[in-house]
């Protein structure tokens, strides 16, 4: 009992002395610059900060202060609160922290090696610092497209969800904007998806200018919510939700345009039941702002991810059957079903099918309003990029291409790299017919490449393995198990006349590989060895042959 008693002491000693050297800080200031610059050291406790403009609390988020030396600063643009009082507070700091003394304002957002970090994807869409997940509200508006994003912009882990926003004009160099949309009252702000809204139905049009309309969950009360800009970075919120919360957990909605009954549609992911059954709900409007509910599509339970959260929806021409079209639904983990739709309600045809093989690809979201029609996506790929004292962590696939092809098992998904890629193309580094392969390594005199394109066909012929070296990363195709396997992912693969073909790209954080005209899609996000440039194939027990082989290096989006 004594000695309980003391260990009580103890611990409450502890705590006293623990607030005794904390306190609560508030910085009051009138902007007159862009930013206000915070800073950050990766892995330090959280802090709660919030930004009081005129009184009113307009910002809240947690932040990993740095008390002494930063990684890196976070930068709050503060210049639409220009002349007015803003007080920035911090709960419990360490009374001896340096932070305060070391916010200031900057007029440019410059600080940080941002985009020159050995370890930043040189071809991939990456923050320019912070956190990403999920790809959100991809749209083609004012002759650009715009990417939105799941973002940290005070941290480089989940949290303090924003809407991040990048613009590119050809889906590789993206100039980075000012964050969109920040979170309010009714929470953080998950994801959802855009679109133009050109006939104005939602009267949301400005001096004839439409606008671009964009939904998502608030992550309070899980409702989806509209925001809407006519010059494309400006962004404003309805004042309610327009589609309250039906069912327990709900999020990510998704808009279409339906055009045969001139109507939106809007998919979002529902949790039903007491036993986590996934379900996409079907809700259409007139307007954008008054929605109905018509239909549901349900997916797997608990585990079983088929149709579990960022929905996308759309309609695509199945090549090889001459005027036919079909929908695909899919949800986070790329799962995707192919069927029908009238206006209300989808109706599949075949479900649970997969195409998507590779490591921590998620949440992929296509462009509307596309304006050649393809239907382009981009993907959350978890790279491993939040190493050392890094600023960023995670980035997108490379752009993929959409396409229904028939096939002897039925209609199937293929996602290719769009063609965009091949700006990035320097010359030819080899290039070569045929390669036969044996169990010494072929070295390709492909010595010196560190972002590389391949395409090639493998005829795997009698060999038990064919080992595909990428700067140290094996690609392997096993025969006996007709897979191919990268670091523990295995992709499902089966050669078409004794052929694959293969088409792989390679970046500072790892391989996207595609199978078969893309009926296979496989990403493994391993950071690859800085000091291995070699790229070396060969086989064992037995020969094998690639033939057509082509070798690209691939130039970076940052030179
Ligand atoms: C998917 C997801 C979404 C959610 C978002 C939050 O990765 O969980 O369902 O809206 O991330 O960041």
């Known amino acids: 009992m004594i000695k309980k008693l003391t260990s009580l002491i103890v611990f409450i000693a502890v705590l006293v002395s623990v607030n005794a050297q904390e306190k609560s800080f508030a910085q009051y200031f009138t902007p007159d610059q862009k930013y206000l610059m915070l800073p950050v050291k990766n892995g330090a406790p959280k802090k709660n900060m919030e930004i009081w403009v005129d009184g009113v609390l307009t910002r809240y988020f947690d932040i990993e202060l740095a008390d002494a030396q930063p990684d890196w600063y976070a930068y709050l643009k503060v210049d639409q609160w220009k002349g007015k009082p803003v007080e920035v507070r ?10 305060f003394s070391t916010i200031r304002q900057s007029s440019l957002d410059t600080n940080t090696n941002a985009y020159g970090e050995s370890i930043r994807p040189q071809f ?11 790809p959100n509200g991809m749209v083609y508006f004012n002759g650009a497209y715009h990417l939105f994003y799941q973002h940290n912009p005070y941290g480089r882990a989940w949290g303090n969800m924003t809407w991040g926003h990048a613009v590119s004009k050809d889906l590789l160099h993206w100039e980075h904007l000012d964050d969109a949309i920040h979170p309010d009252q009714g929470g953080t702000i998950f994801s959802g998806g855009a679109v133009v809204d050109s006939f104005n139905t939602s009267g949301l049009a400005t001096d004839g200018k439409p606008a671009m309309v964009a939904f998502h969950t608030g992550a309070k009360g899980w409702a989806q919510y509209m925001s809407w800009s006519t010059d494309g970075v400006n962004f404003q919120t309805w004042d309610k939700a327009v589609v309250p919360r039906v069912n327990k957990e ?48 349900m997916g797997g339970i608990g585990k079983d991810r088929y149709l579990f959260e960022c929905p996308e929806f ?23 079903a192919v069927g029908t739709f009238d206006g209300t309600t989808f109706t599949p045809e075949e479900t649970k099918l997969q195409q998507q093989y590779g490591r921590d690809f998620y949440a992929p979201q296509t462009f509307s309003d596309e304006p050649t029609g393809r239907r382009i996506e981009l993907g959350w ?3 491993k990029t939040g190493i050392g004292s890094s600023s960023f962590e995670h980035s997108m696939s490379i752009p993929l291409e959409h396409k229904l092809v028939k096939t002897a098992s039925g209609i199937r998904l293929t996602r ?17 017919k045929t ?39 094996e690609l392997v195709y096993d025969a006996a198990a007709k897979e191919l396997v990268a670091d ?37 996000n391993v950071n690859l060895d800085p000091a291995n440039r070699t790229v070396n194939f060969s086989t064992k027990a037995g020969k094998a042959t690639v033939n057509k082989f082509e070798a690209y290096e691939l130039k970076s989006i940052y030179k």
Not at 93 to 99: D, H, V
Not at 416 to 432: A, D, S, W, Y
């Open 90 to 99: 911090v709960d419990k700091l360490a009374a001896t922290s340096k932070a």
């Open 124 to 134: 991939h869409f990456s923050p320019k610092r912070g956190w990403v997940n999920d």
């Open 250 to 297: 709900n999020r990510d909605p998704k808009v279409i345009w339906y055009a045969p009954t001139k109507k939106w549609v809007m998919v979002f992911w529902v949790e039903r039941g007491d036993n986590e059954q996934h379900s996409m709900q079907f809700y259409t409007s007139p307007d954008l702002k008054n929605w109905t509910a018509t239909s549901t599509v």
């Open 314 to 336: 759309y309609e695509l021409p199945v090549q090889g059957m001459t005027g036919v079209k079909k929908w695909v639904l899919t949800g986070a983990n790329t799962e995707y």
């Open 381 to 383: 790929w978890r790279t």
């Open 416 to 432: 290719t790299p769009v063609k965009e890629l091949e700006q990035l193309r320097g010359p030819v580094h080899f290039n070569k």
């Open 435 to 473: 390669i036969s392969l044996s169990t010494a390594k072929q070295n390709f005199d492909i010595m010196d490449m560190e972002l590389g394109e391949f395409k090639f066909e493998l005829i795997p012929g009698k060999a038990s393995q064919v080992i595909m070296n990428f700067r140290g990363l």
């Open 488 to 524: 523990g992912v295995k992709a499902p693969v089966t050669p078409v006349n004794g052929k694959l073909t293969l088409h792989v790209f390679m970046d500072r954080t790892g391989l996207e590989v595609f199978v078969n005209d893309g009926l296979v899609f496989m990403p493994v």
